[in-house]
C-alpha cells in the first residue's frame, strides 16, 4: 500500500508497532512456524523484478525465511523511510468538519490524514484465555504470536502447550523433540494432512520464474488465490475406491488446498465432506499407535470448516514416550497454578507453558484501536452484538469516510492466499485514491443499503456452506462474549475481484462521492 500509494505522488505514513516489517511474520517466531500456501504464490507479485530475484528454498518456507522476504521487499522498495516502528496506532477519529481522521499515537503523538487504511492483519490480536491463576505461574509462559526474539530453551523442560490449531500442530513436534516431557492440551482435535515439504529444484524455480505471468493471472482469477483447477464432480459420483485413490494421490503430494479441490461439493454437502474426513480420520488410526490416543486426536465435524492445518510428523509426535496428550473438553483446565495447570481431573507439574490458543480474528485487531466516524460512532459500537457486522465489500463500512482495511472481515482475506487478496484490495484502494483526486471528490463513504446488500450476501453465501455450521474463528465463536456470524466472503477470490472491479467501474456504485464541502 504504502508503495503503490507512493508511486501515485500521495504522501503517506505507516505506523507500524513491530520494531520492523513482517507483521505476523515478525511476531509469530514459535518453533516450526512456516507457512502453509506454497511459497512461489505467496509472493507479492506487483514487480516482475521482484519476483525474479527473489528465490524460495523450499515449498513451505519457516519464518526466518519469509522474513527475510519481507525484509528484501522493504529494502528493494526503500519502504523503511516512510515506516515509523514501534509505534502503535492508540485512536483514529474522523473529524467531519475538516475531514481528517485524527490519528493518536500510542506515544501521545497526533497525525493527521485525509485516508486512513488499516492494514491490521486477520490473525493478529493474541487469544490468551482468561484461566484463573495465570499471573501466580512462576515458570515461563509464551503466546506463540508473541514469541520472543531469543531463543527459548526447553531442553530438560516440563512443557505444557494449550491448543492445537496450526501453531500447535506446527510447535508440537518441535517442541516434544527438545523438552524433557510435552503435555499437549487439546480441547478441539483437529484434521491435518502432510505438508510433504521438501527444497525447491533449480528448475522448478526457472520454470516458475519464466511462467510468472501467466501464474500470476491464474492465481487472481482463481477461487482461493493459487493456481489450482477445481473437479467439479461431486464425491458423491465417483465410486468409493476412485475416490479413495484420488484421495490418497493427492494427500501424498501434500498441502491442503489441493484436497479441498478433489471434488466439486466437500464444502456445501455434508455427505461428501464426509468421505473425506472419513478419509483423514482413517490417516490418524493408521499413524497413531495406542488406540486410545488416537480416538481423542479423532476429529467429528466436517473438513474445512475450521482451518484446515498441514503438519510435519504431527501425529507421529503422540508415539514419542515423551509426549502426554490431555483431552480438556472432556476434563476442562481449571486454573494455572504455581508450579503447572490442573485440569477437572488431575494436576499437571510444568516448566513452561505455550499458549498456542490463537486470535481474536479479524475484527479484533481493528477493535484494538479506537476507531471512530462521523457524529463519534465507534466501530466497536457498530458492530456490536444485535446490529451484527457490517461492511461493504470487506474494505469500508457507512459512516466512516475515506475509510478502507485491507482484508478487514467480509472479503476474502483468510479463506484464501493472503498475498492475493492483499495485493487485490492494495490495488483496489489507491485506485479508489486516485479517482477522488482527478475528480476533486473529497469523500467516499460506503451507503447503509449497499453494506446490508453485502453483509446479507456474504452471510448467504456462507450459510449455503458447511462452514456455518461448526463453531471456529471464523465465526467469533472462540471468543467469549464475542457477537457470532461469519466473518469472511466465501464467494472465492476471482468473483470477489470481479465485483469489486465492477463497483469501480460504475463510479463506485454503492459508495456516497461527496466534492468538497469547505
Ligand atoms: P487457532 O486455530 O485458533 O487454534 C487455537 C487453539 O487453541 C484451538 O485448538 C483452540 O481450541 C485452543 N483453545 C483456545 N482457547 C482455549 C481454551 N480456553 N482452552 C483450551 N484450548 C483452547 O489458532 P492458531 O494460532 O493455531 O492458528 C491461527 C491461524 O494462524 C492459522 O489458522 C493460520 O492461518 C495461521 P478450539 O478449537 O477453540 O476448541
Known amino acids: 500500500m504504502l508503495y503503490r500509494l507512493r508511486e501515485a505522488g500521495f504522501s503517506t505514513r505507516v505506523y507500524e508497532a513491530g520494531g520492523d516489517v513482517g507483521g505476523v511474520w515478525y511476531w509469530n517466531r514459535y518453533p516450526g512456524a512456516r507457512c502453509d500456501s506454497e511459497s512461489i504464490y505467496y509472493n507479492f507479485t506487483f514487480s516482475d523484478e521482484l519476483l525474479q530475484e527473489w528465490t524460495w528454498s523450499q515449498r513451505y518456507p519457516e519464518q526466518p525465511e519469509i522474513l527475510r522476504y519481507l525484509r528484501f521487499v522493504a529494502d528493494k522498495f526503500k519502504l523503511?523511510?516512510?515506516?515509523?516502528?514501534?509505534?502503535?496506532?492508540a485512536a483514529a477519529h474522523y473529524d467531519e468538519k475538516a475531514n481528517r481522521w485524527k490519528i493518536q499515537l500510542d506515544d501521545g503523538t497526533i497525525a493527521y490524514a485525509k485516508y486512513f487504511i488499516t492494514a491490521v492483519g486477520c490473525l493478529s490480536a493474541a487469544n490468551i484465555p482468561k484461566f484463573e491463576g495465570i499471573d501466580s505461574f512462576k515458570g515461563e509462559w509464551y503466546h506463540t504470536g508473541h514469541w520472543p526474539h531469543e531463543k527459548v530453551n526447553f531442553a530438560g523442560k516440563r512443557v505444557g502447550v494449550i491448543g492445537t490449531g496450526s501453531s500447535g500442530v506446527q510447535s508440537i513436534p518441535v517442541i516434544a523433540e527438545e523438552a524433557e516431557h510435552l503435555t499437549v492440551f487439546q480441547r478441539t482435535p483437529q484434521y491435518s494432512s502432510p505438508a510433504k515439504n521438501h527444497p525447491y529444484d533449480p528448475e522448478f524455480i526457472r520454470k516458475t520464474k519464466e511462467n510468472?505471468?501467466?501464474?500470476?493471472?491464474?492465481?487472481?482469477?482463481?477461487?482461493?488465490?493459487?493456481?489450482?483447477?477445481?473437479?467439479?464432480?461431486?464425491?458423491?459420483?465417483?465410486?468409493?475406491?476412485?475416490?479413495?485413490?484420488?484421495?490418497?494421490?493427492?494427500?501424498?503430494?501434500?498441502?491442503?488446498?489441493?484436497?479441498?479441490a478433489t471434488y466439486g461439493d466437500l464444502t456445501t454437502n455434508e455427505a461428501a465432506n464426509e468421505t473425506l474426513s472419513d478419509f483423514l480420520r482413517s490417516k490418524i488410526r493408521k499413524v497413531v499407535k495406542d488406540p486410545k490416543v488416537a480416538e481423542k486426536l479423532m476429529p467429528d465435524y466436517f473438513y474445512f470448516t475450521k482451518r484446515p492445518i498441514i503438519d510435519t510428523n504431527y501425529y507421529e509426535t503422540f508415539n514419542r514416550d515423551n509426549v502426554t496428550l490431555v483431552d480438556v473438553k472432556e476434563a476442562p483446565i481449571e486454573r494455572i497454578t504455581p508450579t503447572g495447570l490442573k485440569t477437572a481431573e488431575k494436576e499437571y507439574e510444568l516448566d513452561a507453558i505455550v499458549f498456542a490458543t490463537g486470535f481474536d480474528a479479524m475484527t479484533g485487531p481493528l477493535f484494538k484501536i479506537d476507531i471512530r466516524g462521523k457524529n463519534g460512532l465507534g466501530l466497536k459500537e457498530k458492530w456490536a452484538e444485535g446490529a451484527r457486522l457490517k461492511t461493504y465489500l470487506g474494505m469500508s463500512t457507512a459512516g466512516f469516510p475515506n475509510f478502507f482495511m485491507i482484508t478487514g472481515p467480509e472479503s476474502p482475506s483468510v479463506i484464501s492466499n493472503m498475498p492475493v487478496s492483499i495485493e487485490q484490495h492494495v490495488e483496489w484502494i489507491s485506485d479508489c485514491i486516485h479517482y477522488l483526486h482527478k475528480n476533486n471528490l473529497e469523500t467516499i463513504e460506503a451507503r447503509t443499503e449497499a453494506e446490508e446488500a453485502w453483509s446479507k450476501h456474504c452471510k448467504e453465501v456462507a450459510e449455503a456452506t458447511l462452514y456455518s455450521k461448526t463453531d471456529s474463528w471464523y465465526t467469533g465463536a472462540n471468543i467469549e462474549g464475542k457477537p457470532q456470524g461469519f466473518l469472511i466472503y466465501l464467494g472465492g477470490v476471482g468473483t470477489y475481484r470481479e465485483i469489486c472491479s465492477e463497483v469501480a467501474a460504475k463510479g463506485y456504485e454503492g459508495f456516497t462521492l461527496e466534492p468538497s464541502s469547505n
Open 80 to 89: 523503511r523511510q516512510d515506516i515509523q516502528f514501534n509505534t502503535r496506532v
Open 212 to 260: 510468472y505471468n501467466e501464474i500470476r493471472q491464474q492465481m487472481r482469477n482463481s477461487r482461493v488465490g493459487i493456481p489450482l483447477m477445481r473437479n467439479e464432480q461431486s464425491a458423491l459420483d465417483a465410486p468409493h475406491e476412485e475416490r479413495l485413490q484420488k484421495y490418497e494421490e493427492v494427500w501424498n503430494e501434500g498441502g491442503f488446498w489441493k484436497l479441498a
